[in-house]
């Protein structure tokens, strides 16, 4: 009998809002529940802290810049950003192996209807797309979906034709309803099923979230993480922080309905269930909000893998980047890896097995607004050659950074998050250093640039290299 599969990810949900790491001031009790029966991937970072970039990457086992997707899915940019058909995706691997395949909740792989034209029958709107069926929609037979839209209290969504669906519900709270009513419809079938539930909350707008949940965070007094500046700890800010806990745990909420299903209908045993996010939340950590830059806060994602008697539960150590999740969640399945893969799987990890895998994995972030490409006009350079790239490790997260506009300069840092889990003394890394650690994470660095043909300039002065 082949193992199901349900893969469940939130948006813009960081690894420290997750109670069981007991950092964050939420409560997650189901979560938590399932992360003592599951595996921790406890070194799972997204490798592009943004929406698009991730999500391709956890469909395909590539890298973002592999696949065209340096931006998110959006209007206004010198070129269509999408998942094109013609790669290879886990949801096509999982319909040839046999399965049963479903999609449901945010998408953001799918260009934005307006850049095609001014009045889209399906209503979509600002980032947003309908998914027609065939094969833009990447071996997902069942589709409950929509572009990118944020109005997570009053949310639409698109089936099998352009007109829209409107529930009038919280957005999780619906699609864990039409992700129970999928499950009741198939898991009888003889094929087995492999659901992709995708959560939005808790990304912003942060408001809009059930009063039920703000309701338990209203009076809470925020405790404040080291790295935010004290002058960004302001009564807005503590109310922002409160909403994005209740999101937390409404999600949560939802979550446990799903559990309860797979207990209740004996589940449990045959069917893989991963909880992860696309990236985290920098919540006033430096002084920042949202996503898109180097910070713990912003990459670190939580990763629980879980299939009762199979996969051990406990804690692995082991670098999880955004294109090993193909990889790994084929393999946990006894499916053929494609090719095309980039990533790593960490099957190995998962079974309590001893695995060769790299100790370090890149990140990166390119320039994705409209005014850094016109910003770069004429300079006989690609806006893509800017923002930033990295190394990181158990130990350390190592950076250079160009900027997001050609005047910005270059410059170079090490964290080491051992000593300084807050990030908040970096080395300061000159041009001319020699010493071998820093040599090390350079050579590094530069073998995924070679690998991936990314045109980031390594010095300013010189040429991109490539």
């Known amino acids: 009998m082949k193992t199901n599969l349900i893969y469940v990810f939130a948006d ?8 069981c790491a007991c950092q964050d001031q939420v409560l997650t009790p189901n979560m938590d529940s399932f992360a003592k029966e599951s595996l921790s991937f406890e070194n799972a970072y997204s490798t592009f802290p943004l929406c698009t970039p991730h999500r391709g990457s956890l469909m395909t086992g590539k890298y973002p810049f ?7 899915c959006k209007i206004g940019l010198e070129e269509k950003v999408m998942l094109k058909p013609q790669e290879t995706c886990i949801g096509n691997v999982l319909k040839d192996g046999g399965y049963q395949t479903a999609y449901i909740g945010k998408w953001h792989l799918d260009a934005s209807e307006l850049n095609f034209t001014a009045h889209p029958e399906s209503g979509a ?22 572009g990118a839209c944020d ?28 992700a129970l009513e999928y499950l009741e419809g198939h898991i009888r079938e003889e094929k087995p099923f ?25 009076d809470l007094k925020v405790s404040w993480r080291p790295n935010v500046p004290e002058e960004k700890r302001t009564p807005q800010m503590e109310t922002i922080a409160r909403q994005y806990f209740a999101a937390v745990h409404g999600i949560d909420r939802q979550f446990g309905r799903l559990l309860a299903y797979l207990r209740e209908n ?20 430096h002084g920042l909000m949202s996503k898109n830059v180097w910070y713990e806060e912003a990459i670190h994602i939580p990763l629980l893998v879980r ?34 893969c980039q990533g790593i799987s960490h099957k190995g990890a998962a079974l309590g097995e001893k695995e060769q895998s790299p100790e370090q994995m890149f990140l990166c972030s390119y320039p994705g607004a409209p005014e850094s490409v016109s910003a770069f006009a004429g300079l006989g350079m690609s806006h893509k050659s800017h923002g930033w790239r990295g190394i990181k490790t158990r130990e350390y997260t190592y950076v250079i950074t160009n900027g997001y506009m050609p005047e910005e300069k270059q410059a170079e840092y090490l964290y080491d998050d051992v000593k300084d889990p807050w990030q908040l003394h970096p080395q300061v890394i000159q041009r001319d250093c020699q010493d071998p650690r820093i ?23 010189r040429d991109g290299f490539r």
């Open 151 to 178: 109005d997570h209290l009053d949310p639409h969504y698109w089936a099998d034709s352009p007109r829209q669906i409107r529930p009038g519900k919280w957005s999780a709270e619906y699609e864990t309803d039409k």
């Open 194 to 218: 492999a659901l992709f539930l995708s959560y939005n909350p808790p990304h912003l707008p942060y408001e809009l979230v059930p009063e039920e949940d703000y309701e338990r965070f209203r």
């Open 12 to 19: 813009q949900w960081r690894y420290q809002a997750l109670g």
């Open 307 to 340: 299939q009762k008697n199979r996969i051990r539960p406990g804690k692995s150590q082991v670098i999880f980047a955004s294109p090993d999740h193909m990889p790994t969640v084929l393999e946990l399945l006894n499916l053929p890896v494609p090719d095309t």
């Open 125 to 146: 709107a600002g980032w947003d797309a309908y998914t027609p069926p065939g094969e833009r929609r990447q071996g997902f037979d069942y589709w409950l979906s929509y």
């Open 266 to 285: 004996e589940l449990e045993e045959n069917t893989l269930v991963v909880l992860s996010a696309d990236h985290g939340e920098m919540l006033g950590s």
């Open 439 to 461: 040599v090390a994470f350079r050579e590094q660095l530069r073998a995924y640039l070679t690998m991936l043909g990314d045109p980031f300039l390594w010095e300013k002065e």
């Open 66 to 72: 592999s696949i065209g997707l340096w931006t998110n």
